[in-house]
């Protein structure tokens, strides 16, 4: 029988010198998108999918992530005594249970494969679910939900997938496939960040994974990649030969919160999302748009 899929990774241990000066003292995880933070709705997207334990992967100057993830005793007081019940609740509801969550260091920054490697011991032999938090996902149904649900069907390796401009290519990791269907692409082979001219698909991997405990045999070895770094792609492509590997192209808007414009495009799209705030962002867009 298929072992489900219930511990989830969330390397957060780069240092965001994109979004310097904000991230001089602030983990970029951190950043909020309208209200929440961008490691809160990574965390809350886990959740939807059913896992159970969350492995943080973190670095120094990063203990405002575990602050986050604990209970401020003085300020559920201060909410209780004064009577702000939904302010309370929504600082409380979301946070995993005692003994859920796990932290480890990635005490040198030698890339995504080596912060997933950190996590081994934790995950144990067991498939689980990676999240980059700078990959921001606007969907109905929350992005691993949908993964989770297509693993029932093929097990094995499923990356989060979606079609980008060839001029972008080099900018992601590029699937190669043998079959798609237009939501299930069956994969043989993966490049990293290739030149336009030499890509094999436009259909480029974005930050969810599902992955198998084998993984972490390739990662072991240490191999460098592109930049010089311990590369998750590269452990990838040598699973392909050996397990179920497919790409989801996942219903929903993803924004990449790693890019100050990106960022921006979250804020706004996910503010119009909400009813609450829905009609003035409208009325301010409005205002705006005459002068651009």
């Known amino acids: 029988m298929r072992k489900s899929v219930r511990k989830a990774v969330f390397p957060v241990g780069g240092m965001g010198t994109r979004f310097l000066p904000a991230t001089k003292a602030l983990p970029k995880e951190m950043l909020p998108v309208v209200d929440k933070p961008l490691i809160q709705y990574a965390v809350e997207e886990a959740r939807a999918a059913g896992i159970e334990q969350f492995i943080f992967v973190t670095g120094r100057g990063k203990s ?23 302010t309370l609740k929504s600082i409380t509801d979301w946070v995993p249970g005692p003994g859920a969550i796990a932290y480890t260091r990635q005490q040198e920054p030698l890339g995504l494969g080596h912060a997933v490697w950190c996590a081994r011991d934790w995950v144990g032999d067991e498939p689980f ?46 699937l190669d496939v043998s079959t798609d269907d237009g939501r299930l692409a069956t994969v043989k082979g993966m490049v990293e960040k290739p030149a ?46 050996t397990h179920p590997f497919h790409g989801l192209r996942f219903e929903g808007k993803r924004f990449d919160c790693g890019d100050k414009v990106g960022f921006l495009h979250a804020n706004v799209a996910f503010a119009l999302d909400r009813a609450d705030m829905r009609g003035e962002v409208s009325d301010f867009i409005r205002e705006l748009a005459p002068s651009l």
Not at 76 to 83: W, Y
Not at 200 to 211: D, E, F, M, N, Q
């Open 129 to 174: 679910a990676v999240l980059l938090a700078d990959d921001l996902i606007l969907s109905r149904t929350a992005c691993l939900k949908q993964m989770t649900a297509a693993y029932v069907e093929t097990g094995g390796v499923m990356v989060a997938a979606m079609d980008v401009p060839k001029a972008h290519v080099s900018r992601y990791g590029i």
């Open 64 to 86: 405002a992530i575990e602050d986050h993830f604990d209970h401020s005793f003085e300020l559920s007081h201060l909410l209780g005594s004064r009577g702000k019940d939904e």
């Open 196 to 241: 336009v001219d030499k890509a094999p698909s436009t259909l480029a991997v974005i930050g969810r994974y599902i992955l198998q405990p084998e993984v972490f045999e390739h990662l072991e070895r240490g191999e460098r990649g592109a930049g010089g770094e311990i590369q998750l792609t590269d452990a990838l492509a040598k699973m392909i030969d």
